[in-house]
């Protein structure tokens, strides 16, 4: 069985991004767009580069649920593709896929898990 | 042998005479048709004769146009009437000297007005009422006059004296030979009910009296009565009956009918065997059937006969509804049948203005007719019961009883037998409109008008088409819904109703009270639309609901940069501005552009260098353009009188004026003005959603065009109208789209969804039939006094400004993936 070690780096503090809606992060080299969905008491992260056009936006974005089991998504403020924010995957269209990242809250402070 | 086409020919351009055509062109191509017409126009509708004084036009009134008749091949010979008609020889003889072979002769030539010999009724001042031009010279009258009657009181004088009303003379009364008001659809209890009704209206009313005699010098003064009582009157419009024109009928020794009317048999047709009569002038069984419905009917079966198929006419369900002057009157089946003959149930609300009477068969299982009053929602499913002898369940109060909900009257529809008759004007079945819902896809009422023509008559039917249409796509699983989206299960509409009658200001608690899940990037631009257009806060305290562009307070562009548009009212701006506006551009090294506003875009800024670009701006004195937000855009303008040779009124300062006023405002989505100085329209006003042009007089006011993908000319709302005016309509025009569009619907759109057209949008306008004119002033009034430029709020706030950066966590960075190229000595954005 295979471990994989997550990182955690330290992003923001909590009170920066705005409730319900998105900021991008940097870490080295990449651009992280962090979601605090206070409405559910989540939080979750994923790459900022929406795979459509292979622009950074996604942290613009305005994100809410869809279907009957409220999955999570985020929608580029682009031309709206929309993507789980769970899996990743993109709502509408099968050939899009977005990378997830894990996130921790503690003391007000929000960490993302890089592998 | 060649074939010879047979030819029809058609004495009458009436409705009944036009649709004759329609319907024999629809069956064959064999014949060749020539119709040959006294009144100068092609066929109108004269039914809704009345709407001529509410804004409709005589070219909305048209049936169709010459051009029509031309494309099919129809000769139409117009204001030259036929004078003799040779039966030995087969020809008609007209006025200007045509004349023409006939292999069938069709008589359509109506009726003319009832005027009664009464002694005097030749002066100045006494009109019919039957023709557009009758009507011109009514409101030309009008003009001079004060007080006006309308001699007869039923369905025809009410319709006059409502146009009477809409002409807005100050006094009106209605005179009736005959004890009660419509004595031929109602009883005397809803005539009383009628009465009062009409009375608080200002209508006065007199019946029971017979009119001996009008006194005046040259012009009508007074009406005397057989009771020896008189009225002072400045105008009288007779509406006592129609007469059939049979002359050229009793010229060519046609059987007539003793009180007049050309005889004829269930196929129409006369004692001459290729001589046929329908609509007004035809007597059948003894009756003249003097509504169009019928006349159709009677088209239908000749168009029939002469193609070798087989119809009858049998006479014709006479019942009607209406709505006079607001008050629904309905009459169908027998109305007046009686104890012992029948069962009756009354419901008199004295309190709410309405009466109902139905008649039921003895053994209760049938209805029999019945009459409506103040309330006529059901009246389609009555009819419908008792034409097609639907069996009435145990309580039969219920269904007088039931109002118009959803829910029952669509199930009520769906349960009519294929065969029934929805649209007696045309006879259109519930078979043949289900089949063009399932077959033909036509999901709209437009859609079904043109697939079968139901709906397209006196429009009567179009509420119970409306539930079919709904009822078939349920049964093939295709609900319609106009829900926002999965989280709410409203139309924008409702929901800001909700909203407003809560007073909610706050997305989440819209979505705990109203809606379900979390939301979505569908709804929360609605809901912050409607949000910013009830309570008009900074949007920025709510950014996270808005859409793309209002995020940031700017158009976000490729690359993910955004674009900086002050506004600049009017496109007025002095050289000093443009100086600045350079000075900036050239500081941030933005792209810069003239867009079709008449204003400035300047392109390439990166979000978080657009506080500061902003902070230069408000202090040179600009404002927030709101290019980025469905609100209000630019009002263009024209050089106009300070300047201009031709111009008429000062454009530039009127635009600036009105862009001044509605700066700010959100709407369903963005709105666009134009104000032009003169007809040469150089501001291309008319094709905004709405256009201001300077008369004479005053202004011209324009509504519902729009550019884009789907360009549409403006539609005329007022005419020389003053600025106070202009503005007052405006206020209320733009209140009523804001409040009542669907989401992302342009006002033309919204014009083109919208029953009754810009004749209903006048209405609601320019008439306050719906009496919300003061309150729609009275919120956009509180829009503008509430208007605060939300770049001054958003470049003063540091909270807000932190927000305007790429990464959270190095603000001060730019977006590296952020790239410009050269083009033309300035930036654009890198491909993508």
Not at chain 2, 234 to 242: E, F, R, T
Not at chain 2, 611 to 619: H, Q, R, V
Not at chain 2, 631 to 640: E, I, M, N, P, Y
Request: charged share 25%; proline share 3%; with cysteine.
């Amino acid at each position: 069985m295979e471990v994989i070690a997550i990182k955690w780096f330290f992003a923001c503090n909590a009170d920066d991004v705005p409730e319900n809606g998105g900021a991008c992060v940097k870490f080295e080299d990449e651009q992280i767009a962090l979601y605090n969905f206070a409405r559910r008491g989540e939080w979750y992260a994923t790459q900022n580069l929406c795979p459509h056009k292979k622009q950074m936006v996604l942290a613009r974005g305005m994100i809410g649920s869809t279907g009957d089991a409220c999955e999570p998504k985020v929608a580029c403020p682009f031309h709206k593709k929309t993507f789980s924010l769970i899996s990743g995957e993109c709502l509408g269209d099968e050939d899009y896929r977005i990378k997830i990242y894990p996130v921790k809250v503690s003391d007000g402070k929000v960490y993302i898990g890089i592998e | 042998m060649a074939f010879e086409k047979r030819t029809v020919v058609v004495i009458g351009n009436g409705m009944v005479g036009y649709k004759f055509c329609e319907k024999l062109l629809a069956k064959s191509k064999n014949f060749n048709i020539i119709v040959f017409g006294e009144e100068s126009r092609p066929a109108y509708d004269r039914v809704h004769l009345s709407e001529y004084f509410n804004g409709k036009t005589a070219d909305d009134l048209s049936l169709s146009t010459k051009e029509w008749y031309q494309e099919n091949g129809i000769k139409l010979y117009l204001g030259d009437p036929v004078q003799e008609i040779d039966r030995e020889n087969k020809l008609v003889h007209s006025l200007h000297g045509i004349r023409r072979r006939y292999d069938y002769l069709v008589l359509a030539t109506g009726s003319s007005a009832f005027v009664p010999d009464i002694p005097g009724v030749e002066k100045d001042g006494v009109f019919v009422y039957r023709t557009i031009e009758d009507l011109e010279l009514i409101k030309s009258y009008a003009a001079k006059s004060r007080s006006a009657a309308v001699m007869g009181g039923g369905l025809l004088g009410l319709e006059a004296a409502k146009a009477l009303l809409d002409l807005g003379l100050p006094e009106t009364h209605i005179i009736e030979f005959a004890p009660r008001l419509m004595p031929r659809q109602v009883d005397s209890m809803a005539s009383l009910l009628l009465q009062s009704k009409l009375k608080k209206l200002g209508l006065q009313m007199h019946l029971n009296k017979s009119t001996t005699q009008i006194h005046g010098a040259e012009k009508i003064e007074t009406l005397q009565f057989g009771d020896n009582t008189s009225l002072r009157l400045d105008m009288l419009v007779i509406s006592a009956g129609i007469r059939p024109r049979d002359e050229l009928a009793k010229l060519c020794r046609l059987e007539v009918g003793t009180r007049g009317g050309i005889v004829v048999n269930e196929q129409l047709q006369t004692n001459d065997p290729d001589i046929f009569a329908i609509g007004e002038c035809a007597l059948y069984n003894g009756m003249i059937y003097g509504l169009v419905a019928p006349g159709y009917e009677m088209a239908e079966v000749v168009a029939s006969y002469l193609c070798d198929v087989q119809k009858s006419f049998t006479g014709f369900d006479m019942s009607t509804k209406l709505k006079l002057i607001g008050v629904d009157v309905a009459s169908f089946g027998d109305p007046f049948i009686n104890e012992p003959d029948c069962h009756t149930i009354v419901v008199e609300d004295t309190n709410k203005g309405i009466y109902k009477r139905v008649n039921i068969s003895k053994d209760g299982k049938y209805l029999l007719g019945g009459i409506l009053i103040g309330d006529a929602d059901n009246y389609n499913m009555l009819l419908q019961t008792v034409n097609n002898k639907l069996v009435l369940p145990p309580d039969p109060e219920d269904i007088i009883f039931g109002s118009r909900n959803g829910a029952n009257e669509g199930a009520g529809v769906m349960s009519l037998p294929e065969d029934a008759l929805i649209c007696s004007c045309e006879a259109v079945t519930k078979g043949a409109i289900c089949s063009a819902v399932k077959e033909e896809s036509c999901t709209t009422i437009d859609g079904i008008k043109k697939c079968t023509k139901a709906g397209t008559g006196c429009g009567g039917c179009v509420p119970m088409v409306k539930d079919l249409i709904g009822g078939t796509m349920k049964e093939q699983g295709m609900y319609v819904q106009n829900t926002v989206c999965e989280h709410f299960d409203y139309s924008r509409q409702e929901l800001l109703d909700l909203i407003k009658i809560n007073k909610v200001k706050d997305y989440d608690e819209v979505l705990d009270q109203f809606g379900k899940g979390d939301g979505c990037e569908v709804c929360k631009p609605v809901v912050a639309s409607i949000l910013a257009s009830l309570w008009n806060d900074v949007i920025l305290k709510q950014d996270t609901i808005q859409d793309s562009n209002d995020r940031f307070l700017a158009n976000i562009q490729k690359g993910g940069s955004y674009s900086v548009v002050p506004r600049i009212p009017g496109g007025e701006i002095t050289p000093d501005k443009l100086i600045a506006l350079g000075t900036i551009a050239k500081k941030y090294g933005l792209y810069t552009k003239i867009t079709g506003g008449q204003r400035i875009d300047m392109f390439g800024a990166h979000v978080n260098d657009l506080p500061f670009i902003w902070e230069e701006l408000i202090d040179e004195g600009f404002e927030s353009g709101h290019a980025y937000g469905k609100a209000l855009r630019t009002v263009k303008s024209c050089v106009g009188s300070t300047w201009c040779r031709f111009g008429l009124h000062d454009s530039v300062s009127f635009a600036i004026e009105v862009e001044d006023r509605y700066k700010g405002i959100r709407a369903p989505h963005k709105i666009k003005g134009g104000v032009s100085g003169c007809i040469r329209e150089c501001a291309e006003a008319q094709s905004k959603d709405f256009g201001i042009i300077a008369t004479e007089k005053g202004w011209n006011l324009f509504v519902c065009g729009n550019g884009g993908s789907k360009p549409q000319h403006a539609l005329l709302l007022a005419t020389d109208i003053d600025k106070e005016t202009c503005i007052k309509y405006l206020d209320r025009f733009l209140m009523f789209y804001i409040k009542t569009a669907d989401p992302l619907t342009r006002t033309a759109t919204w014009l083109n969804k919208m029953e009754g057209g810009i004749t209903y949008l006048k209405n609601v306008v320019v008439n306050d039939s719906l009496g919300i004119g003061e309150q729609l002033e009275a919120e956009m009034k509180g829009l503008v006094n509430t208007y605060k430029c939300e770049w001054k709020e958003a470049v003063n706030d540091q909270e807000f400004r932190k927000r305007f950066n790429h990464f959270v966590n190095a603000p001060k960075a730019k977006d590296p993936s952020l790239q410009f190229e050269e083009m033309r000595g300035q930036i654009k954005a890198k491909e993508w």
